[in-house]
Structure formats: structure tokens, C-alpha cells
């Protein structure tokens, strides 16, 4: 039976080589600090004892070095052995010599041999969680790839080839990502936890970086570093910008990254859902560079507050919505390229409406902060606001309902009261001059009596 609990041991050290993807050297090693652990838990030490173990057979010997003493000096049996019995092993053999003798472990007992197991499993398990946090580790900003095993609504649970657990949360996944179990997705991984020696590997389908290593995978020039990406701005799901630019002449960026009828990038889309992506060439001019992250609107005039960080962005009244886009997002994910905060303002060069009114003459009765998100998206004056339809106006600021109709009546309540009053004005002159050309008619009609 003991024989069998050493063989047992031993096969399962080796199991635990084939599954775990641990290799020789450092099994051997983990195997040898296992028995030297238990020794020292039942002896109170493991210094007197050599641990051998052997790959090549499977094996492993144990010895044990004692110290001889006379036998009425005799104090710990561990590290100590009598004459008496020194002698029985080698009668040439003297006091204060060493004695070294093979030690059969199964004699230890059933319990030493399970806590040996139940040793070694442990160390087996740290070291295979201390291997897959370096080996993740290292991987930290690339893609990989995984099988969707099982769905929760917080985050889905992903296994990696070798069947490691990879994490995708809600969160990091793109709004219109739907997977069900057995499916494989691709990520990119965004960081690794080790706490309390349990790695997590989370990953990431929204990061700039997925997108970056995307064009890495379908555009060989951005592999060979003949075109680098500069920046990226991404609303995942729905836009992103990516600024790329090449140090030879001979490469147009913007080409090579959109393909031959764009053959390149659709790939990368179908893969992001379908989110449209705008690729801009870069340049250290931020005025120019700005103007290129505003397309499709065509900017007249940038003006730079590079202390503060801010640009005001004039354009013709038309191109104002080009810049800003559905939602506000245009000019959102420009910002986010630039690191600007971008301001937008109409082109003031056509003739102001005399009956216009700035947004700020209404500083008393709107917020400040609700007319710095109306210049935001473009509106300078009250009929610039008047003229967006109320839904569109909700959807492109992002304001309450309640807010926005607050906007519109107090504005509407401007233009209406001065039309009120100028209508009455011109009805009270229309009716004046009624009874001037009544009194004249009646003049000249007037004849003399007989």
C-alpha cells in the first residue's frame, strides 16, 4: 500500500506537469520544497535532510544526516543517533560523526503522504496562477482571443486556449455586442489584478488601443511602422477618428489604411459593429490639424488659446451642424483627437439681425451653464436657438425637456412681446391714418349750401 501512495505521488506530479504547462525544472523544484515542508512540520526542521528527486525515473530519495552521540547523551532523535545504534549501521563508526541514512517517506504515514498531496496541490496551484499573471501580464495591449463561456449580465466569462478564465464587463464592451455561449470574440487585453494571488483578466472591446491593434492587424504598413497612428478618438459603437501619418512622401496614410475600395477597413468596422470610422492625416499645425478633425464642415477661421487649451471655431451658418454632428458627437470626438475644448461660433460676417438678441442679454434669466452648452453647439444669439426644432435642440444639447422649454419660452417671450407691441404700433398708425383720409375725404367732398 505505501508503495502504491508513492507511485500515486508521483504520477500525479507528472499529470500536473502535462496539464499545467509547468515546466521540468520548476516542478522538480516546487515537488522538493513540498517534502521539505512536511518535514519540517513533523520534525521541527528540514535542515538534516537531503530531498533527490529524479525526472528521468520519476522518482525521489530522501535522506536523513544524524549526528552520533553517546547513548546516554542521546536528546533528539531527529538529529541525533546513539552509538548503539550507529554501530549496528557500521561498527567503525564514533561519537561526534555523521550518519547518513536513506529514509523510506510512506513510513511516515498516511498523513504525511496527505499532507505532502495536499502540500504539493497547493504550491502547484500558486505557481500555476503566478505563471498565468506573468504570462497575461506581458500581454497587456494586445489582442487575443476567446470563447464565450458563460453570459452574465455584469460582464461575460471567456476561456483562452489552454482554458484560463478571461473577463469581458459590460462596461467594455461595445453597446451593441451580443453573444451567446460558444461563441469567440476578439478583445484586446486592458489590465490584470493579482489580488490576494488570484489573478482576473480583464479585457476590453471599447479601448482606443483595440482599434489601434485592429489597423495593426489589417493594414501591413502600420506592422512595418512605415505609417504610425498618432491618435484615436472612439465612441465605441457609433464613430471614431484616427489620426495616422507616414514619414515617406511616398505612402498616402490615409490610403493605405481604407484600402482599395475600402477593403482594409471594412473588416475593422464589421468587427466594431459597424461603427464608422473617419481616418484624417495628422499634422503638428493644430489650426490645420483641428480643421481636419471638424470634417466634414468646412472651418472659415480658427482662433487658438493654447494656455487655456481652447480653440473658437468660426464657420458659415450651414456648415455649424457639419461640425457638430448627430448628438454633438462630431464635434466630441474632435475634441477628444485635438485635446482642445472646442468652442463653435457662426461666421458673423454677413449682416447681424438688428432684432437678434446674444444669449448672454439673458444671463438673468438663464443659467449661465445652460448658455454655455447652447454656444456649444453653435448658437450664438435667441434666433439661433428659435430656429432648431425643440427635439433636435434636446438631442444635440442633452438638456432636460423641462430646461429646454424654459430656453424657448423665455426667448419666444422676447421676440413675441416686441412683436406685440410693434404690431400694435403700426395698427394704431394705420388707424390714425384711416381717419386722416376720412377727415380729407370728407373735406373735398364737402359742397357748399345753398
Not at 531527529?78 to 563508526?93: G, M, P
Not at 498616402?252 to 470610422?277: Q, T, W
Not at 472651418?299 to 461640425?323: C, G, M, Q, T, W
Not at 438673468?364 to 439661433?384: M, Q, R
Request: aromatic content about 6%; charged content about 35%.
Amino acid at each position: 500500500m505505501a508503495k502504491q501512495e508513492e507511485i500515486s505521488l508521483i504520477d500525479s506530479f507528472s499529470e500536473f506537469k502535462d496539464l499545467k504547462n509547468i515546466d521540468r525544472s520548476t516542478m522538480i523544484s516546487v515537488l522538493e520544497e513540498s517534502f521539505r515542508s512536511v518535514i519540517s512540520k513533523m520534525f521541527g526542521t528540514d535542515e538534516n535532510y537531503d530531498v533527490i528527486i529524479n525526472p528521468d525515473k520519476g522518482d525521489f530519495e530522501i535522506y536523513r544526516n544524524r549526528k552520533i552521540v553517546e547513548d546516554a547523551d542521546l536528546q533528539d532523535t531527529n538529529t541525533e543517533i546513539s552509538l548503539s545504534e550507529a554501530k549496528k549501521i557500521d561498527a567503525d563508526f564514533e561519537v561526534d560523526e555523521d550518519v547518513t541514512d536513506k529514509v523510506d517517506f510512506t513510513s511516515f504515514g498516511r498523513r504525511a503522504i496527505l499532507n505532502l498531496r495536499q502540500t504539493l496541490a497547493s504550491k502547484i496551484l500558486d505557481l500555476q496562477k503566478d505563471t498565468l499573471y506573468n504570462k497575461y501580464k506581458e500581454k497587456i495591449g494586445t489582442i487575443v482571443t476567446g470563447e464565450v463561456y458563460q453570459v452574465w449580465k455584469k460582464e461575460i466569462l471567456l476561456l483562452d486556449d489552454e482554458g484560463n478564465e478571461m473577463l469581458l464587463p459590460k462596461t467594455e464592451q461595445i453597446p451593441s455586442d451580443f453573444y451567446r455561449k460558444g461563441d469567440t470574440l476578439r478583445a484586446v487585453v486592458a489590465k490584470v489584478d493579482n489580488k490576494n494571488n488570484n489573478p482576473k483578466i480583464i479585457l476590453s472591446r471599447t479601448s482606443p488601443l483595440f482599434l489601434q491593434r485592429l489597423f495593426e492587424l489589417e493594414v501591413p504598413e502600420i506592422n512595418d511602422g512605415l505609417i504610425t497612428i498618432r491618435r484615436i478618438a472612439r465612441i465605441p459603437g457609433e464613430r471614431a477618428k484616427v489620426a495616422v501619418e507616414s514619414y515617406d512622401e511616398r505612402i498616402d496614410p490615409v490610403g493605405a489604411c481604407v484600402g482599395m475600395k475600402g477593403a482594409r477597413i471594412h473588416g475593422i468596422v464589421r468587427e466594431l459593429r459597424n461603427e464608422n470610422i473617419d481616418v484624417i492625416n495628422y499634422t503638428s499645425n493644430m489650426s490645420l490639424f483641428m480643421s481636419r478633425a471638424l470634417s466634414p464642415a468646412r472651418i472659415s477661421s480658427i482662433r487658438l488659446i493654447d494656455e487655456h487649451k481652447k480653440a473658437e471655431v468660426f464657420l458659415k451658418p450651414e456648415e455649424v451642424s457639419l461640425a457638430i454632428g448627430k448628438g454633438g458627437m462630431n464635434i466630441r470626438l474632435a475634441t477628444m483627437l485635438t485635446e482642445y475644448q472646442i468652442e463653435v461660433f457662426r461666421d458673423v460676417d454677413d449682416i447681424f439681425d438688428e432684432e437678434d438678441i446674444f444669449l448672454d442679454e439673458f444671463l438673468d434669466e438663464i443659467e449661465p451653464w445652460v448658455i454655455e452648452i447652447l454656444k456649444g453647439i453653435g448658437c450664438d444669439t435667441a434666433k439661433n436657438v428659435l430656429e432648431i426644432p425643440r427635439q433636435e435642440l434636446i438631442k444635440r444639447t442633452d438638456l432636460e425637456e423641462e430646461t429646454v422649454d424654459d430656453v424657448i419660452r423665455v426667448l419666444s417671450a422676447e421676440f413675441d412681446s416686441e412683436g406685440d407691441a410693434e404690431k400694435s404700433l403700426k395698427d394704431s398708425e394705420a388707424h390714425e391714418s384711416s381717419d386722416q383720409e376720412s377727415v380729407s375725404d370728407a373735406e373735398t367732398n364737402d359742397e357748399p349750401l345753398n
